[in-house]
């Protein structure tokens, strides 16, 4: 059974960083298809961004690029994700995803995932 716990959220101002954190225990690490969705209130669970096992691929959503960064750690089984020139429409409960998996991935698809953290909420103020 994999379990994923996410830190890092918070308030931040517009313009300002913050670094999402994923710590996974159970499994394979190394060998899973990472992601990270987010949720805003009244909308649907979107993409933000994916990385490959061995972190040679990357995957972003249009609205993020340049500005977010996902990375992993094989060896502390934990993904990042560096969020800088935040938005105030960067707001919403950021979740982790992992694809146990990733044969025939499709990195930006949720239901690619089949375990999730509880989120972790990000705020950003105009």
């Known amino acids: 059974q994999v379990q994923l716990v996410e830190s890092g959220g918070g308030l931040v101002q517009a313009g300002g960083s913050l670094r999402l954190s994923c710590a996974a225990s159970?499994?394979?690490?190394?060998?899973?298809?990472m992601a990270w969705f987010r949720q805003a209130p009244g909308k649907e669970r979107d993409f933000v961004a994916a990385?490959?096992?061995?972190?040679?691929?990357?995957y972003y959503a249009d609205s993020v690029k340049g500005r977010l960064t996902i990375s992993r750690d094989n060896r502390k089984n934990t993904v990042y994700l560096q969020m800088n020139s935040l938005k105030p429409e960067d707001t919403a409960v950021y979740y982790c995803?992992?694809?146990?998996?990733?044969?025939?991935?499709?990195?930006?698809?949720?239901?690619?995932?089949?375990?999730w953290g509880q989120g972790t909420q990000v705020t950003v103020s105009s």
């Open positions: 990385i490959n096992w061995d972190a040679l691929r990357t």
């Open positions: 159970g499994g394979t690490f190394a060998s899973f298809g």
């Open positions: 995803a992992a694809d146990t998996s990733p044969v025939n991935w499709r990195p930006t698809r949720h239901d690619e995932y089949g375990y």
